[in-house]
């Protein structure tokens, strides 16, 4: 690798950092939604996912480690319809094991 393409990459890497460390980036909700038979965790804005998980528990606890690392502050989970089922906020998430309906 060149040492122009070196640099460009660690510029762009910065950029990304930048733009995740900023307010607007935190305060982006996670959104747990139904993705074909499976159920994807969401980053607000983002245009892919950020994990595809087989079940709906799982989804909402890889949601929960991104709150609890303090990178967001808020989990929407979604029905299997697509209408919001409840929002949890990083204050009332705790170590133990989402309950979640199916």
């Known amino acids: 690798m060149t040492k122009e ?3 460009d990459i660690a ?3 910065k950029a990304i950092a930048k733009r995740m460390n900023s307010r607007a980036a935190k305060e982006a ?3 747990v939604i139904s ?3 499976k159920w994807a ?3 607000e804005g983002s245009q892919k996912a950020y994990r595809i998980c087989p079940t709906k528990e799982g989804a909402v606890n890889s949601a929960k480690h991104l709150v609890k690392n303090g990178i967001k502050k808020e989990i929407v989970i979604h029905k299997k319809d697509g209408s919001v089922e409840r929002q949890v906020k990083s204050t009332s998430i ?3 094991k989402a309950v979640v309906s199916p």
């Open 41 to 43: 965790v969401v980053v």
């Open 5 to 7: 393409a070196t640099s």
């Open 35 to 37: 993705h074909k038979s």
């Open 94 to 96: 705790s170590d133990d």
């Open 11 to 13: 510029r762009a890497k």
């Open 29 to 31: 909700s996670i959104h």
